[in-house]
């Protein structure tokens, strides 16, 4: 069984403004976080904590991503989404807008946008069996490096350089069940994911 003990915790520093993100279209991130929830890639563990999220770049290095704490609510809307304006890898620290704090896996997704100015979007999804199927198979990162970790970013962060490519999957070696999908939009990123599931579901049969 999945040790998800700490999951869902946010272990960097943070500074926060509480208020709604405005004039942003964020249709799109609903459609494809609400597909993913479905397909109980994101969502939540019995004991109630949340898991998987997803972003899109907005300008520069800045994006928005699924709240803290949302993985465990069915039907999300625009309140459940936060603005990541700037952050530091090597401080282990971010700010954001939002009705709520954004998620515990910020730093990886910033990690990736800071890498190639051309992925605009990244899904992370939890899968027990395509994580064991492709661990250290598809690029894998560090298996020390926990999530929400500056050593996480910035193994992500080499994975993505050395891979020079623009959609990509990556394994979360030291995050059991993690999976890290990018694309330079969300409906590829989102295609890709559902295709990834697909032939698992293939391989099952």
Same mark, same amino acid.
């Given at each position: 069984?999945?040790?998800?003990?700490?999951?869902?915790?946010?272990?960097?520093?943070?500074?926060?403004?509480?208020?709604?993100?405005?004039?942003?279209?964020?249709?799109?991130?609903?459609?494809?976080?609400?597909?993913?929830?479905?397909?109980?890639?994101?969502?939540?563990?019995? *004991?109630?904590?949340? @898991? !998987?999220?997803?972003? +899109?770049? &907005?300008?520069?290095?800045?994006? %928005? $991503?699924?709240?803290?704490?949302?993985?465990?609510?069915?039907?999300?809307?625009?309140?459940?989404?936060?603005?990541?304006?700037?952050?530091?890898?090597?401080?282990?620290?971010?700010?954001?807008?939002?009705?709520?704090?954004?998620?515990?896996?910020?730093?990886?997704?910033?990690?990736?946008?800071?890498?190639?100015?051309?992925?605009?979007?990244?899904?992370?999804?939890?899968?027990?069996?395509?994580?064991?199927?492709?661990?250290?198979?598809?690029?894998?990162?560090? *298996?020390?490096?926990? @999530? !929400?970790?500056?050593? +996480?970013? &910035?193994?992500?962060?080499?994975? %993505? $350089?050395?891979?020079?490519?623009?959609?990509?999957?990556?394994?979360?070696?030291?995050?059991?069940?993690?999976?890290?999908?990018?694309?330079?939009?969300?409906?590829?990123?989102?295609?890709?994911?559902?295709?990834?599931?697909?032939?698992?579901?293939?391989?099952?049969?």
């Amino acid at each position: 069984m999945t040790d998800n003990s700490d999951e869902g915790y946010i272990k960097f520093h943070y500074d926060w403004i509480p208020a709604p993100i405005l004039d942003v279209d964020i249709d799109d991130l609903i459609f494809w976080r609400q597909k993913l929830y479905d397909e109980k890639l994101i969502g939540s563990y019995p *004991n109630g904590i949340g @898991y !998987g999220n997803i972003s +899109m770049r &907005y300008k520069a290095n800045q994006f %928005i $991503i699924s709240a803290s704490a949302s993985g465990n609510i069915k039907q999300i809307d625009a309140s459940h989404f936060a603005l990541v304006d700037e952050f530091d890898l090597d401080k282990n620290w971010l700010s954001c807008i939002g009705n709520l704090p954004a998620s515990s896996e910020s730093l990886s997704h910033a990690a990736i946008y800071s890498s190639s100015p051309k992925i605009l979007a990244i899904l992370h999804i939890h899968h027990k069996r395509l994580w064991n199927k492709h661990l250290y198979v598809l690029p894998t990162t560090s *298996n020390t490096a926990e @999530y !929400g970790t500056a050593e +996480m970013a &910035y193994s992500i962060q080499k994975l %993505i $350089i050395e891979e020079n490519k623009y959609a990509g999957i990556i394994v979360m070696g030291g995050h059991e069940d993690g999976l890290l999908i990018y694309a330079p939009d969300l409906n590829q990123a989102g295609e890709l994911t559902l295709s990834l599931i697909s032939s698992e579901q293939t391989y099952q049969i």
